[in-house]
């Protein structure tokens, strides 16, 4: 199969790393997502990742907690993510880098636009860890912000479940999957595809999202190839 892109940004939720055990980090599970990804590196495809942190911890649900305070530990469990995809890619020979909105030198690259797009361009992974590096954004947001800034021609986002429906599935068995939705749908309907402000941004930057289940991690691959899988969110 051949790529239908050239550059994607790929984005997987925190929830996706934990596997059966729903908290944390399962290395199997993620070794698994990895090897689609190694597929897409392999076949020419420039790809970049955005990691949730939701396996570790949420600000949206810290309770009394200082909003902005429950964000930063949040960033900080999107870094965790990251280093764990990172360490994966490497065991199956891909070169990685990370890259945090807050700098921590120590463990990973600070984020440098320009130096992240040659990164991509010479064929290394690039990991973006702790979301925008501000407040009060989601890590929905950090994709559509990355994807933006290194020209990605779309964003892939990896759920558990198999694309965007009129109602929730799991409550509503009689709820509709779309094949493909526009940005005014999802927007004026509360669509579950990101938050308002992602799909704001990815609207106004006309980034096409491509919502799609990762129960089966080779759909990563298939996507990239163009198989009609998950629902494409598009401009009007």
């Known amino acids: 199969m051949q790529p239908k892109y050239k550059r994607i940004l790929l984005k997987l939720s925190g929830e996706s790393l934990a596997g059966e055990a729903k908290h944390g980090i399962d290395f199997d599970t993620v070794l698994k997502f990895c090897e689609p990804i190694k597929k897409c590196v392999d076949a020419g495809v420039e790809v970049a990742i955005v990691v949730g942190g939701g ?139 990101m938050d308002s402000t992602a799909a704001s941004l990815c609207k106004d930057n006309n980034i096409p999202i491509l919502v799609f289940s990762i129960e089966n991690p080779d759909n990563i691959f298939k996507a990239v190839c163009g198989e009609n899988i998950g629902t494409l969110v598009n401009k009007d």
């Not at 992974?125 to 947001?141: A, E, K, L, M, W």
Request: one cysteine or more; proline letters at 3%.
């Open 55 to 193: 396996n570790f911890w949420r600000g949206r649900s810290s309770g009394e907690m200082d909003r902005t305070r429950a964000d930063h530990m949040g960033m900080l469990a999107t870094t965790i993510n990251a280093l764990g995809v990172c360490d994966a890619l490497e065991q199956l020979g891909v070169d990685v880098r990370v890259q945090t909105a807050i700098s921590m030198r120590q463990v990973a690259e600070p984020y440098i636009r320009n130096k992240a797009i040659r990164h991509l361009e010479k064929g290394r992974v690039v990991i973006f860890g702790c979301g925008t590096g501000n407040p009060f954004f989601s890590t929905d947001t950090a994709a559509a912000l990355r994807a933006a800034e290194i020209e990605a021609d779309v964003i892939m986002k990896a759920t558990m479940v198999d694309g965007v429906y009129d109602s929730d599935p799991k409550t509503n068995p009689n709820a509709v999957k779309y094949e493909t939705v526009s940005f005014h749908e999802v927007l004026n309907k509360d669509l579950a595809v």
